[in-house]
């Protein structure tokens, strides 16, 4: 699993700057460094094979049932995307070393860039689908961190809550698009789905498919209308926008466009909707940024442009279409993120980024004027760089097309549009910045060159697009070809990376792009002042006045529907319940079934009788809360005697041990309040109250009458069937709660240590006071460690112990498990604390129990990855009989470990909530401390 491994070791790699963060800033850089020269050198040693047009998946089930497995793939497309990820990740820590302050936390910096570069390595790398989309969560949620890095900064946190909000919803689009991928193919596995392109293509349900993929993909990507929160990032530091504007964030749309586009394209649809988005981004993009005064704004909206251009490629829909969006991928990558670089050391040594401000600086900075002259005339297209040969082929192809018939001219005319403006706003930036007359005002002046290696990641990716613009069959011919080829999944068309193709149409419009962007650059002054007369439309403000009428509104239906009554509350749920389910009931032609009930005796009806006048006593006597109390344990007791009348021993165990925990626990709330509940309620809302009850009786009756009187199929015989077989046990309940079941089990103990830590989190440090004598006057005892209880106590205390061990144990043969034993010591241990007091019972049991529920879940989980290691899905359990001495033949299952996470969790979270809850009075007239 080297791939899975790829993926990883920038996550496990994000602890070592933080562990190095004191230690001086090299070398927390370069603990930075190591994951992803690790990742790299195992990517390379794939990289024969991935030449030679092999396509390398390696897989480990883990929910199989639901198609989510850990599979990753390595072909041409995420072999380039992982080297660009790892290698520009590379230089921008390198870059970011001299870029950030001596004030900013670095070692933060680099973990959540590493956080982010393992989310896009599993986005890329990822064979399943599902898998694919956690991950895409992950790169939204680490790009909120880093474009909110600088949290004292107002556009910082705007702008990343902008990111977060505008790409989390296209993710949620994507994610019901990939489902209904699924469940057509019947598999979410990329292999299958590109084998069933056809079938997706026929589908009916291929126009929903195609529109939800691509909101998901246009939003990450920046696509017009999405546009809007890709300039607003620019609030995040520079290495951070050098990053995820060439190899990452936005490129995580473009390369899903890629990745799909097997299953995907090919239909008229595809083509009207692809590349009339990819045409109005590119328009957009380019038109604004000429008009931007900002550097880095002027680049953000570049970005869109090129994004556009990459968009509208793949909407083509040909085949030499796509290798050439593939090529502009690359290209784009170095010369966008050497711009970005550029850009930063300008604002380094300046400290602005207003190019009315910054002009000059070629005779104050001339090796970085060198670089982002070379880097910004790749950008614009120029020969002999790499922009102009995928440029060319992007003429090429929009020549090619004639989907729009008579229209079709419209086509190579906007893409020449773009290129126009493309030149446009490369030149502005070469010349505003450094020629242009004399710099005016810099906050740092006189400016001067970066440190040394500040520059040598942008030297390394200029040296790239001189390389590829000049060699391109020596230097990118191979990687592009494969990446290529796994983009259209089918034989390469010709295609020629020559730098000269003679003169043609292509050249023609190439040549008209450069002269008319000159043009146009020539004549800013009157397009400027007719952009400053024009509404100036902040996007973020739009954004944030849309997020506050949200808020507004979901505040008003929030009032309309929450008072602050639990009653409320419980009387539109019962309500719901009456009407939705009252109505199919009144379908039914006949209440009864054919099947015959149970003859009923008179130890269960007495049983019932008794527990049904528990609860009404219960309800009638609500105002005394100590006495309703004791007629609700009544009621819990009544329910523990019919699981064990009906043959439920596990369900009777769990219930009484539930039972006790949960009565001492109202027996320490009750503590605080007074003894009785005030009358509060009119005679006609008890009389409302009646009513509603008893219709929701008669409805549960009524539904439980049809249901017992009618035949239904049971999954029971199936566990009947498998428990000894498959699960190596015979007691089925406990045999289905960990291993059948154990997922289920896994994600409910893990609520129940949140649930238990966000107790204590309230009442930590919660002091209450309470009154020295009863209500009715009669003062507490002085004593709280009374003789008896502490002696009967101490002798409990192993005997309570003895029995959990012993039903731990039997748990997966005979009534027991991790949870009763839990529930049982606990029990046991609550107890010492009721008897001898907190400080007494923490003396002689010194255990952390966050701690102790966090060993429980982390045990249950480690068992359930344990089973990888053998080739079986998450969570699979092992059982043998094992020959001990002096203990003879006993059978042994991996299922036990995960029920010891089932115990140790129910211990600690239960004793976390309890003994907790006794520390809550201030002042205490009794004399222990529970």
Known sequence: MTLALIVILPLLGSLLPLLFKNQGRSLCATMAMVAPVIGLALLWRHADAVFAGQTLIQSRPWLSELGLNISFRLDGLSFLFALMIQGIGLLVILYARYYLSKNDPMGRFFCYLQLFMSAMLGVVLSENLLLLMVFWEMTSLSSFLLIGYWSHSTDARKGARMALAVTGAGGLALLAGILLLGQIVGSYELTDVFAA???????????????????GVFTKSAQFPFHFWLPHAMAAPTPVSAYLHSATMVKAGVFLLARLYPALAGTDLWFYIVSSAGMATLLVGACTALFQHDLKGLLAYSTISHLGLITLLFGLDTRLAAVAAVFHIINHATFKASLFMAAGIIDHETGT????????????????????????????????????????MFFTE????????????LIPLGATLGGVFSVAYSLRFVHDVFFNGKPVNLPKYPPHEPPRYMRVPVEILVVMCLAVGLAPGFTVAGLLAVAAESTVSNALPEYSLAIWHGFNLPLFMSFAAMVLGILVYSLRRPLFDWYARQRDVDAKLVFEAAVQRLVRGAGQITLLLENASLQRYLLCLLLAALVVTGFWLLQLPALRGPVALTPIDGVTLAGAVLTMLSAVATAYWHRLRLVSLV?????????VLAFARFAAPDLALTQISVEVVTIVLLMLALFFLPARTPRESSGLRRGRDLIIALLCGALVGALAFAMLTRPYDSIADFFLANSVTGGGGHNVVNVILVDFRGFDTMGEITVLAIAAIAIYALIDGLRLRVPGADSLGKPWAQRGDLLMLVNLSHVLLPLALMISVYIFLRGHNLPGGGFIAGLITAVALILQYVASGEAWTA????????????????????????????????????????????????????????DLGVYLTVVGATLLILANLGKLPQSRVVGGDF
């Open 353 to 392: 980024r207003d190019m009315r401000r910054i002009n000059g600086l070629l005779r104050f900075m001339p090796h970085t004027a060198v670089l982002a002259m070379v880097a910004a005339s790749a950008m614009a297209g120029v020969p002999l760089l790499n922009g102009f040969l995928s440029k060319e």
């Open 398 to 409: 929009t020549l090619e097309q004639h989907m729009l018939g008579n229209w079709s001219w």
């Open 197 to 215: 392109g056809e079938q997706i293509r026929q589908h009916a349900l291929y126009p929903v498919i195609l529109v939800l993929v691509l909101l």
């Open 631 to 639: 007629t609700l344990s009544v009621v819990g007791l009544g329910v």
């Open 843 to 898: 003396q002689r049991w010194p255990v952390n129990y966050h701690w102790l529920a966090g060993a429980g879940v982390l045990i249950a989980g480690a068992t359930g990855v344990g089973s990888w290691a053998f080739g079986y899905p998450f969570l699979t359990s092992s059982f043998g009989h094992f020959h001990i001495p002096l203990v003879g033949e006993i059978e042994l299952a991996t299922a036990m470990l995960f």
